[in-house]
């Protein structure tokens, strides 16, 4: 009690006292009303005939320490608590603005907006486009500028459903395709309307290059300083192997084009595979002794020649009358490469899957796999991935007028698995595509009846029964799938009508992104695709027969 006695104070005598700011409300309220003849009963700050009257009111916290400013937006300013009434003569749109000062220190703004119009005169619609010219998928932003207006009809020229407003905020619209789009607002004002069409221009990143006859792009990596590399050769029909390079950061801007002549004539290169030290292993065919055999070549992204274009010559009976063709290189266990493809015999159209496993550094040439059915057949291997120290092939046999997808398995020797191979399901004609997620779980795409294409799951290489299956319309042709570790999930990569899309599948099955189709009707000879270091994706091939390689980069 000494210092109560002291201060004449007890516990009971505190008081706290609140801060000011912590318990105001700011705002107001407006109500619109017009004495015009044709004003008619819907006035409101949206539509509001002249000479408009907007009559305020000031709702916010009573405290002797508020002042408050106002703004009419038409010259006019007042300094009062309640100012009242104010009107407005002329047609335009007037945000009327109050600030709130405490203690002479702004606390909070508040603003509404009035349109003032012409009961009898004709709307005059007007719009800007703020981001014309971006990369789909794009959000777009359109400012309506319009005037004399109360109702707004917003077509965006994509098929997708109009939108109406009743003031002139900003809109937002998303295009998922590149192409010129026209976009029309329509102004209502009673029963008067009228229309302004705009021209929008979505646009993708297609990276075109005619030089030297450079042919389809065959498949195209990302380097860590963000370039591009792209594998092909000159002409479409085969020619000269090329490795194009572009800058670093993302650009289409071209570095190097180097080349790499065989010395026994023209490659049709098929596929590459990047490694991580930055050096490319090429794969294709060739013409030895009139066959088509395979040719392997091994180059740095500074055109280094470390494995001259070579052919691996096959020897025996077996492939006396045999083509080669050749689907997909993949990199395996240790130094080991594996080539993927079939093998048909030019006189009897006998075709079995082919398997040609070698040392990256061609430190050895063992001969190739035939892979066949026991139940008889030809046998067309599509694709194959390396999943759990096991080579996975993709491929189709047809028995006569049947035709069936089916898995092979094989060891990293191309010694093939018991129990292969095998049907998943008789309604899949072919297995066209094939990747392995991290968790080991296989994704396939099939096709069926009407070249429907359908994607399923297996849990591990010896499952034979999907864990999930859908169709994948409304693509109808699919080149690859890709696992893309940035966003965990599957990259579809092919077709819709015959214009380039691609879509992400989780490992559930949902869908991520849905399919993007990118209006590329002259982009019709579609070969690869990855991930791109920034979160999008690049891919490459030809456009017609003109020998003109692309690539496409998407945001």
């Not at 689907?327 to 080539?339: F, S, T």
């Not at 190739?368 to 999943?387: E, Q, R, S």
Request: aromatic residues 10%; contains cysteine; negative net charge.
């Amino acid at each position: 009690m000494f210092l109560s006695v002291l201060f004449g104070l007890t516990a009971c005598d505190l008081e706290v006292i609140p801060d000011d700011a912590s318990v105001l409300t700011i705002d107001f309220e407006a109500t619109a009303t017009s004495n015009h003849p044709n004003a008619g009963a819907d006035v409101s700050l949206a539509n509001c005939p002249f000479t408009c009257r907007v009559v305020l009111d000031n709702t916010s916290t009573s405290n002797d320490n508020l002042t408050f400013r106002w703004n009419f937006d038409d010259g006019a300013t007042s300094a009062d608590r309640e100012p009242g009434e104010h009107s407005y003569a002329t047609v335009g749109s007037y945000d009327i603005t109050m600030e709130a000062f405490l203690n002479g220190v702004l606390e909070e703004t508040v603003t509404k907006t009035v349109n003032v119009v012409d009961p009898v005169a004709d709307p005059i619609p007007g719009f800007e486009i703020i981001n014309d010219g971006c990369f789909a998928p794009c959000t777009v932003t359109f400012q309506n500028s319009s005037t004399n207006a109360s109702e707004y009809l917003w077509n965006f020229g994509d098929n997708s459903a109009e939108q109406t407003t009743t003031s002139l905020a900003d809109v937002v619209h998303t295009y998922d395709k590149p192409g010129d789009y026209t976009v029309t607002l329509t102004a209502f004002n009673g029963d008067k309307d009228a229309s302004i069409p705009k021209t929008l221009t979505i646009n993708i990143h297609v990276f075109e290059v005619e030089q030297n006859n450079r042919g389809a792009g065959k498949a195209i990596f990302q380097a860590p300083d963000g370039s591009y590399a792209i594998v092909g050769n000159s002409g479409l029909a085969g020619g000269t192997i090329y490795l194009l390079r572009t800058v670093s950061g993302g650009s289409q801007n071209i570095a190097n084009v180097f080349t790499f002549p065989a010395s026994f004539g023209n490659v049709l290169v098929s596929d590459a595979h990047f490694f991580s030290n930055q050096t490319v292993a090429v794969i294709g065919t060739a013409r030895e002794n009139g066959k088509n055999r395979v040719v392997y070549g091994r180059f740095g992204l500074d055109g280094t020649v470390i494995n001259p274009p070579t052919i691996l010559s096959e020897f025996g009976s077996a492939y006396t009358n045999r083509n080669i063709v050749i689907r997909r290189l993949l990199a395996i266990a240790g130094e080991k490469m594996a080539a993927i493809g079939y093998a048909v015999d030019e006189f009897t159209g006998a075709t079995s899957a082919y398997l040609k496993i070698f040392d990256k550094n061609l430190n050895n040439n063992p001969a190739g796999v035939l892979l066949d059915d026991p139940a008889g057949g030809l046998v067309t291997a599509f694709d194959a991935v390396y999943n759990n120290n096991q080579l996975v092939i993709a491929a189709s046999v047809t028995n006569g007028s049947n035709q069936v997808g089916k898995l092979f398995v094989t060891n990293d020797f191309g010694v093939p698995a018991g129990g292969f191979p095998k049907v998943i399901d008789p309604s899949f004609l072919q297995i066209v595509a094939i990747e392995a997620a991290p968790t080991g779980n296989l994704f396939c795409a099939a096709t069926t009846a009407g070249f429907n294409y359908h994607l399923f799951r297996l849990t591990n290489n010896n499952d034979n029964t999907p864990d999930w299956q859908q169709p994948l319309a409304p693509i109808n042709a699919t080149e690859a799938l890709v696992w893309d570790h940035d966003f965990g999930a599957l990259l579809v990569v092919g077709a819709a009508g015959n214009d380039a899309a691609y879509t992400h599948i989780l490992e559930t099955g949902s869908t991520h992104i849905p399919v993007r189709n990118y209006g590329l009707a002259a982009f019709n000879n579609f070969n690869h695709g990855v991930p791109t270091l920034d979160g999008g994706f690049v891919f490459c091939g030809a456009a017609g027969d003109n020998a003109t390689l692309y690539f496409v980069k998407t945001d």
